[in-house]
Nanobody, 120 residues
Framework: QAQLVESGGGLVQAGGSLRLSCAAS????????LGWYRQAPGKQRKLVAA???????NYADSVKARFSISRDDAKNTVYLQMNSLKPEDTAVYYC??????????????WGQGTQVTVAS
């Protein structure tokens, strides 16, 4: 079965940085689109950043110029570099791999999530 495992979350001070990683196994990684999502308490899960199999990226307005998504297909890993962190970035962060549309994917897999807490 396919598996996605996030790592790199933790507690940081506002203005600090974290680098999240998501390692995938048992999928044709390079053919998948990838995304990072986050869910804060009482809020819906929302897209933070995405990168397609072709390398095109997209970011939520709230994280533009601060976060950067990248992928290393040789390592079957997608990263989220988070800089200038703000308390409002606090959430559980999830990675996702999917074919096709993110709204109606042909196939999709989710990681277990990793907690990011930004202290004020």
């Amino acid at each position: 079965q396919a598996q996605l495992v996030e790592s790199g979350g933790g507690l940081v001070q506002a203005g600090g940085s974290l680098r999240l990683s998501c390692a995938a196994s048992r999928i044709g990684f390079s053919a998948y689109n990838l995304g990072w999502y986050r869910q804060a308490p009482g809020k819906q899960r929302k897209l933070v950043a995405a990168i397609t199999s072709d390398g095109s990226t997209n970011y939520a307005d709230s994280v533009k110029a601060r976060f950067s998504i990248s992928r290393d297909d040789a390592k079957n890993t997608v990263y989220l570099q988070m800089n200038s962190l703000k308390p409002e970035d606090t959430a559980v962060y999830y990675c996702r791999a999917y074919y096709g549309s993110p709204i109606s994917p042909i196939n999709t897999y989710w990681g277990q999530g990793t907690q990011v807490t930004v202290a004020s």
